[in-house]
């Protein structure tokens, strides 16, 4: 134990060695990211890693000892490159503001002669990722922003219209078909207004983003269907789709309020407060228009026919 630490107890001295391989994780990070930009930005990453290493040296120094970490793999650099620097600066950024946050209550407790270098490095936390982020233009979180919107407008759409067709007929399977053909009509539908807006804009390639729009609506109602064209139990039928779409939901969820900066927990809950409305009032416009139009026993005659 160095002697600037001996006023510290056994249960800060633990919580120093996590902030230690904390600092020393997120130093390596930016080195890996640095190595995967060039020019302006690479530099910038450079200094933010340079940045965090002096805070990891503060720490071990404080510790008395070296911690470890483990660099990051293949797997966060293939990620890196699909969701490229926007999304993955401001992930880090919401774990720099976590830090600032446990320093800050750290600092309460921390001798007299820490408390400057505390309060320096929380300040560093608290800023650089945003410079970062700042003017920023990538081009990848454009081209996602359209996939995230058609995989949103696909299940606050078809989740009702699924739960429409539930309501109307007992059998899954002409749900499922129902599901899909609708799909695939929105999908073209959506598709040719992600190309008209791309255009109007001049940002994005239009055929791309109309393709980014389309595919991930179909392949999003093609997945909230599998269930009714599998299973013949109309319960768990609903249920599976459900479950699939809340996935689906809170994947969306956590991109667009990591990129944006927003609560991801707020806006999932709006979120299934959506998902679940358009399925109460589904079911219930489904089995209102079945009773009024005696539709169980229409599509019971047509599958007799077909048989």
């Known amino acids: 134990m160095t002697g600037i630490a001996k006023g510290l107890t056994e249960e800060d001295l633990r919580k120093v060695e996590g902030y230690c391989r904390d600092e020393l994780s997120t130093y390596m990070l930016y080195e890996a990211l640095a190595s995967e930009e060039s020019g ?3 530099e910038k990453l450079r200094q933010a890693a340079e940045q965090e290493r002096g805070h990891y040296l503060f720490w071990r120094s404080l510790l008395g000892r070296d911690c470890s970490a483990s660099p990051p793999g293949r797997a966060f650099r293939a990620l890196y490159k699909v969701f490229g620097p926007v999304f993955t600066l401001q992930a880090l950024e919401r774990r720099e503001a976590s830090a600032a946050s446990e320093y800050r209550r750290f600092l309460s407790r921390a001798p007299q002669e820490l408390r400057p270098k505390l309060e320096s490095i929380i300040a560093d936390e608290e800023g650089h990722e945003s410079e970062f982020i700042r003017g920023l233009n990538d081009v990848r979180v454009q081209y996602l922003g359209f996939v995230a919107l058609g995989m949103a407008d696909a299940i606050t759409e078809l989740v009702g219209v699924y739960a429409g067709f539930l309501g109307a007929t007992t059998r899954t399977l002409i749900v499922g078909l129902a599901g899909l053909l609708v799909g695939f009509s ?5 598709a040719a207004a992600a190309f008209l807006q791309s255009r109007q804009e ?11 729009t389309g595919l991930s609506y179909f392949v999003t109602a093609l997945l909230l269907g599998i269930p009714y064209l599998l299973l013949s139990s109309t319960a768990a039928a609903l249920v599976a789709s459900l479950m699939i779409g809340v996935v689906i939901l809170a994947a969306f969820h956590f991109y ?11 806006e999932l809950a709006v979120g299934l407060l959506i998902l679940l409305g ?29 048989a």
């Open 40 to 42: 302006e930005l690479s």
């Open 256 to 266: 667009s309020a990591t990129v944006n900066g927003t609560s991801f927990a707020r």
């Open 202 to 212: 001049g940002s994005v390639r239009p055929g791309l983003s109309a393709a980014a």
């Open 186 to 190: 929105a999908a073209i539908s959506m």
């Open 278 to 306: 358009a399925t109460a009032a589904g079911l219930l416009f489904g089995y209102v228009i079945g009773r009024a139009f005696h539709l169980s026993s229409l599509f019971a005659g047509s599958l007799e026919l077909l």
